[in-house]
């Protein structure tokens, strides 16, 4: 069963793994940013949502900022050993540690997501997909969530509803693009080895067609 869900939004950064100084977006939501709008609204262990297609609804634009971030990170070691000593400093110093870095941002975003899900031996006897299918359109039509769906961060917040009437591709996105290898998502069936997963994204009348995770197009 497929369910379609659009959204917009003033702002978007979905990194590119290989920009390591500073933060470039891809030029469209990759798959598992999608998944993660989708899971804000409606997650169960009971399915697992899948992408399939990704239509571009505004002319893609780019902007550049500069954002204040902090060069450190609290450690998860430091964290464990204040935890047992009960003694430590668990805690950053914005005001000695901030620093000023660049991004390179999309601009007033907007997509139509059209993902199906399957469901998982987590699910209960009660659980079915017509079930999950109109929780899931009921809480995309009042706008409900279990946490702010958002684009690549938390400071670029989503619009979003249910999609019943397809908006109309802009003409500068018709025809054929290729976007280059893109982000997937990410192998978490071994949780000591997290994989990450690319495919070739091509984007055609503005539409991406996403492949199933056990496609031969998705690399590893």
């Not at 869900?5 to 100084?21: C, D, N, Q, S």
């Amino acid at each position: 069963m497929s369910i379609r869900m659009e959204v917009w939004g003033e702002y978007a950064l979905f990194t590119r793994p290989e920009m390591k100084a500073e933060r470039v977006s891809y030029d469209v939501i990759t798959p598992s940013a999608a998944r993660g709008l989708l899971e804000s609204v409606f997650w169960h262990p009971g399915l697992k949502w899948n992408i399939c297609s990704i239509r571009v609804c505004a002319p893609i634009e780019f902007v550049n900022i500069r954002r204040n971030e902090v060069k450190s990170v609290c450690n998860l070691k430091t964290a464990k050993t204040v935890m047992e000593r009960g003694t430590g400093e668990l805690w950053l110093a914005t005001s000695e540690d901030i620093q000023q870095r660049a991004a390179t941002l999309l601009q007033n975003v907007h997509y139509v997501i059209e993902a199906e899900f399957e469901m998982t031996d987590k699910a209960s006897p009660t659980d079915n997909p017509g079930k999950f299918q109109e929780i899931t359109k009921r809480r995309l039509r009042k706008g409900q969530f279990y946490s702010q769906p958002y684009f690549g961060c938390r400071e670029f917040p989503a619009h979003f509803r249910l999609c019943e009437t397809l908006p109309p591709v802009p003409d500068c996105l018709k025809g054929e693009r290729d976007l280059g290898f893109m982000l997937y998502d990410l192998d978490y069936s071994d949780p000591e080895n997290i994989t990450p997963m690319f495919f070739r994204a091509r984007m055609v009348g503005g539409v991406i067609q996403v492949p199933r995770p056990d496609s031969v197009e998705v690399k590893r």
